[in-house]
């Protein structure tokens, strides 16, 4: 079976439009696309909001919806709305709703699969003794991490999914899910494809064009699966899935380029073999799945630590650069003398000193100015939005101030961008990244199922709209 | 030589939240043995070019598929906590790039 993958992340930045039209005319069974990642950070889940506009959401989800009704074949999206919790399930699934009546579109089955899950949850699952479990290294989750969470999602794999295909749906919209998954359930229940090369298919696909060389991103790529593998080609005409090109993606952005974890067990990447077939497909067999004896769910979870605000600085005489931590420790003191200090007090100040270790801050090796200017980011956190503007203020007029023995400029020690500090949006914290065990002997499946809620409806547009 | 002159890519990104991985891949073959057989990349040299304690190098391993040498660090806060740089963990890799090989 073939499976299209027009977009890594589906809303992030607009699906390009004539590679997805070149996808379409390949006739493939699945258009699959996830629309989540933890790249942008705790706060779009903290605070339950989109992190894409929803005109790009709405573009990408209405080349999707015509495409795969067109052709006739599911369209399964992940982790709705950049985090995947109800808010972006009922969201999406509502687009859809408005699309098919707009577009007039024949009745078709719409799954959504909710996986939020609220903290009071964890926390009774702590109360009943099932461990929250820290991933790579995170310490196990107690009473104190889930009171810091605000919102939390279970991480779904293949199993709701392929239920929900297998039930009849068209359309599956789900809450956070883990990416491969969201192609391997079609795969599995459509295609009847083993766990190994359904999977494999979903690693290779998950990112869409960064499979193929040379780099470029939103553009579509078609996945051929059979019960031995995968191969792997790119609807832009200036890309090649080169063996190279494939086996770098597989193992990009994670630990461990051997294995992907998905609930109820990994699939082992140690023995893939990479074959040219032509200029531009490449063949990618050999993967294993191996089942594991308990069923782990990751939870991902964030929560509020303060309001924040920043302003933008610059120095530029070469004197006050040499005496730099001097200038920023002058701001620190001056701080601690009107608000106390920070631990007690409850508020932070953060130095971004581009120009010296603003990109890489504690891992710069070689933490000098070496030019003739810094520009210096000043962040602010505090528990109200005034309180963390004033702080901002104070330490950013008093760069302006900072007292050093042998400076000509007697007039003021920094620039300001503007005098003026910028309310930024609050600063969160992914609270949880975590793994919840759940034991065979326990009963898998109702403990799993119960994290994951699926809903089937038909959609249909009213008489009028019907094409 | 330096890494940069062997390596074909050089790249940082995030590897879940607490994790930035740092992946070097060699489209010459000659070029990724000579860089692994010299054992000058390894999980205690880049400890010390990034000023951390080597117990921050949650992997290090040579994935032989992509002929690549792929390491992964610990941040100090999670990726994208008040005062944690680059969210994205993009832009870790170039002190890499003058890495000696002998």
């Known amino acids: 079976m073939k499976i299209m993958s027009p977009t890594g992340h589906l809303g ?3 699906i390009e439009k004539d590679s ?16 989540g990642s933890a790249d ?8 339950d909001l989109a992190h894409s506009p929803e005109d790009w959401q709405r573009q990408d989800l209405e080349l999707c919806l015509l495409g795969a009704r067109e052709l006739g074949v599911p369209l399964v999206i992940g982790s709705a709305s950049d985090t995947g919790t109800d808010r972006g399930v009922d969201r999406y699934a509502e687009i859809i709703r408005e699309l098919a009546e707009t577009h007039g579109l024949a009745p078709f089955r719409l799954a959504t699969i909710k996986s939020e899950l609220p903290p009071e949850r964890l926390q009774k699952a702590l109360d009943d003794g099932i461990a929250i479990t820290g991933l790579n290294g995170r310490e196990d989750a107690d009473i104190d991490t889930i009171a810091r969470t605000e919102h939390s999602v279970a991480v779904m794999g293949v199993e709701p999914i392929a239920q929900a295909l297998e039930d009849g749906a068209d359309v599956v919209i789900c809450g956070r899910s883990s990416d491969s998954a969201i192609f391997a359930a079609v795969a599995e229940s459509r295609g009847g494809l083993p766990r190994s090369s359904a999977l494999l298919a979903g690693k290779l696909l998950e990112c869409a064009s960064f499979c193929a060389e040379p780099f470029m991103g939103k553009e579509t790529v078609i996945g051929e699966i059979d019960a031995e593998g995968v191969t792997v080609y790119p609807m832009h005409p200036g890309q090649r899935c080169t063996p190279a090109s494939v086996a770098s993606h597989a193992m990009y952005e994670r630990m461990d380029p051997f294995s992907e974890h998905v609930p109820g067990g990994r699939l082992d990447m140690t023995n893939l073999h990479f074959e040219q077939v032509d200029e531009r497909r490449t063949r990618v067999t050999g993967a294993e799945w191996v089942p594991s004896e308990h069923f782990g769910v990751k939870i991902e979870g964030a929560g509020k630590i303060g309001e924040r605000a920043i302003s933008i600085m610059g120095i530029r005489d070469p004197y006050t650069l040499s005496r730099l931590d001097d200038v920023l420790a002058w701001s620190r003191d001056k701080l601690v003398e009107r608000y106390g200090s ?13 120009g010296r270790d603003g990109v890489m801050g504690s891992f710069e090796p070689t933490p000098k ?7 210096i980011v000043v962040e602010a956190v505090a528990q109200t939005p005034e309180a963390a503007e004033d702080v901002c203020a104070l330490a950013s007029r008093n760069l302006f101030y900072a007292r050093l023995p042998e400076v000509k400029g007697t007039a003021g020690g920094a620039s300001f961008f503007s005098d003026e500090v910028m309310a930024a949006r609050p600063a969160y ?13 326990q009963g898998v499946t109702d403990e799993a199922s119960s994290l994951f809620r699926t809903e089937i409806v038909t959609v249909a547009a009213t008489e009028g709209a019907v094409r | 030589m330096k890494l940069s002159e062997l390596a074909s890519t050089i790249r940082s990104k995030n ?5 930035v991985t740092f992946d070097i891949i060699f489209r010459d073959r000659d070029a990724y043995v000579r860089t692994v057989d010299s054992g000058a990349v390894n999980a205690e040299s880049v400890a010390e070019l990034y000023g951390i304690d080597q117990s921050r190098v949650a992997s290090f391993v040579v994935f032989e598929p992509a002929q690549a040498i792929k390491f992964t660090i610990r941040r100090k806060h999670s990726a994208g906590s008040p005062g944690e740089p680059d969210p994205f963990g ?11 090989i002998p």
């Open chain 1, 12 to 14: 992030f930045t607009p």
């Open chain 1, 20 to 35: 997805f039209a070149a996808g379409i005319a390949e006739g493939p069974d699945a258009i699959v696309a996830d629309s």
């Open chain 1, 40 to 47: 942008i950070g705790p706060y779009p889940l903290g605070a």
């Open chain 1, 342 to 354: 920070p631990d007690e007090r409850g508020y932070s100040v953060y130095f971004h000193v581009y």
């Open chain 1, 369 to 375: 100015v070496t030019g003739h200017e810094v520009g």
């Open chain 1, 429 to 441: 914290e992914w609270t949880l990244n975590h793994v919840v065990v759940l034991d065979k002997q």
């Open chain 2, 15 to 19: 590897a879940g939240v607490d994790h």
């Open chain 2, 90 to 100: 993009s832009q870790f890799y170039p002190p890499l790039f003058d890495l000696e």
